[in-house]
């Protein structure tokens, strides 16, 4: 809900594409106007659908199109690898990734990620078993809710928008947070396949495999960050249990919480005022997405990225551009003490003059499924499930493609999730209604649609505090 809890409804008309006969422009009395046919009934569209239906379908076919582009990426790569074996140049990240299925041989590999790509068969995705954490896995299988494939469940949305084949919302939002769990799993091949390959040298200058007082090269941040090299600076602070100190923070509330940012266009003020909010209560910021280059153009006019602001950043070579929220000033500048003093004390051991930046980019939308594996080894380290995490997201935009399936995917894992309002999406209180409940209902997790900076900031602060509640820290 918006200010002061009262509904987003306005009296503005949504506009339908659906068939050939449109567009028709509904509004919430389901009256069409602007009718281009003169016989056409004055109180609703030609197909009956009301306003509800529209917005619901709109949305589904939204959630389709960012996942038919996460696919396209990862069937582009894993065609290359199997045509060409030889581009891959990592084969410590190969055998990373078939380790996971049982020291399969690298031919194997690509098949199994094609077939969970294009397959139209019944078994779960095999990237998704593979990767999600058990616990995790046996929720979404007991409420049937992992993806046999991408293209299964692509083509399942895409016949439920058919006309005559379904006019219930909930049938279209239920099949929208199985396309958002279907993208989680593909953007995994994607970026997992993608680090193959880059020689290791690229992909992370951290001196992977160096531990305790052997751990004497600066880590260089110029190419952001990913899950190795997050495991390979804390490699460095405890070398038998790499995730401990990172938990122990949890525990102290040094680091009170987790919030990813994902999106792709450029961050407005209600998202600049909720990303100082939350670094300023020691809530670390992971971020990946296009959004993360618009941070770069805060208070320095027209962006210094130029021709190469959409570029993967993680591939970036030169020196990482000084920014608002990407350097150490911004930790002194936004991040609270606590925090503060984490990335002061990560700096050190990564033979960094100053302190880590107090958001950590992750690089482009693909490149979420490596803040996923960051999260599940956490998840698997303490047992537990992710919604029990003090983790919570913010999807800046629920309008544009990618960002929008991932927000649903992260939904689907029971996070909470703040999305960015828009009324051509959101504009009817059965759809808000339905997305609220049946996000509780099937994951015990929440949808946040609040559009106040203030007081969506309480509302993510408030639902890690509930967490770190439930786990008595």
């Known amino acids: 809900m918006g200010k002061s809890g009262k509904s987003h409804c306005l009296s503005k008309s949504v506009s339908c594409y659906q068939c050939a006969w449109g567009p028709c422009q509904i509004t919430h009395d389901n009256r069409s106007f602007l009718s281009p046919l003169k016989h056409r009934e004055k109180t609703k569209p030609i197909c009956g659908d009301t306003i509800d239906t529209i917005l619901a379908r709109n949305l589904l076919s939204l959630l389709i199109k960012g996942t038919v582009s996460t696919a396209i990426c990862a069937k582009y790569i ?3 690898l199997l045509a060409n074996s030889s581009l891959i140049k990592n084969e410590i990240k190969l055998q990373q990734i078939t380790k996971r299925f049982g020291e399969i041989d690298k031919k194997e590999l690509i098949l199994k990620a094609l077939y969970d790509i294009e397959n139209s068969g019944y078994n779960p995705m095999s990237f998704i078993s593979n990767y999600f954490p058990e616990l995790i896995r046996q929720d979404l ?23 005559c084949i379904s006019s219930n919302p909930e049938d279209f939002l239920r099949q929208g947070f199985r396309l958002g769990l279907a993208n989680l799993g593909t953007m995994i091949i994607a970026s997992e396949l993608k680090d193959t390959l880059l020689p290791p040298s690229r992909l992370s200058k951290s001196g992977s495999g160096i531990s305790g007082n052997e751990a004497v090269r600066p880590i260089p941040f110029s190419a952001g960050f990913s899950f190795q090299k997050c495991l390979d600076i804390l490699n460095r602070l405890n070398s038998t249990d790499p995730l401990k100190p990172l938990l122990d923070w949890l525990v102290s509330c040094e680091i009170r919480g987790f919030a990813l940012l994902i999106g792709c266009t450029k961050l ?12 300023k209560k020691n809530i670390l910021i992971l ?12 208070e320095f006019g027209e962006s210094k990225f ?4 959409f570029s993967e950043s993680r ?10 929220f990407f350097n150490s000033d911004a930790t002194i500048k936004y991040a609270g003490r606590e925090l503060g003093n984490v990335l002061c004390n990560l700096s050190k051991v990564t033979n960094i003059e100053r302190a880590l930046p107090p958001i950590w980019h992750f690089g482009s939308m693909i490149d979420f499924a490596q803040i996923l594996n960051f999260l599940f080894a956490i998840s698997t380290r303490l047992q537990i499930r992710l919604k029990d995490i003090p983790i919570v997201a913010i999807v800046n935009e629920l309008g544009i493609e990618m960002p929008s399936a991932t927000g649903f995917g992260i939904l689907s894992l029971g996070i909470p999730v703040h999305f960015g309002f828009n009324e051509s999406i959101i504009n009817s209180d059965l759809i808000t209604t339905i997305l609220v409940q049946k996000t509780t209902e099937l994951f015990d997790g929440r949808i946040i649609l609040e559009t106040d900076p203030t007081q969506a900031a309480k509302l993510l602060i408030g639902s890690i505090d509930e967490k770190r509640m439930g786990l008595n820290i």
Not at 141 to 162: D, F, Q
Not at 290 to 298: I, K, R, V
Not at 315 to 324: G, N
Request: charge should be negative; hydrophobic fraction near 35%.
């Open 78 to 80: 894993a065609g290359l």
């Open 141 to 163: 299988m007991g409420i049937n809710m992992v993806p046999h494939s991408t293209s299964s469940e692509i083509l399942s949305a895409t016949h439920l928008l058919t006309m």
């Open 268 to 279: 407005n003020e209600t998202y600049i005022s909720i990303i100082k909010e939350l670094l």
């Open 287 to 298: 971020t990946a997405g296009c959004n993360s280059y618009s941070c770069n153009e805060l």
């Open 306 to 309: 130029g021709e190469s602001r």
């Open 315 to 324: 591939f970036i070579e030169t020196k990482f551009i000084e920014t608002e």
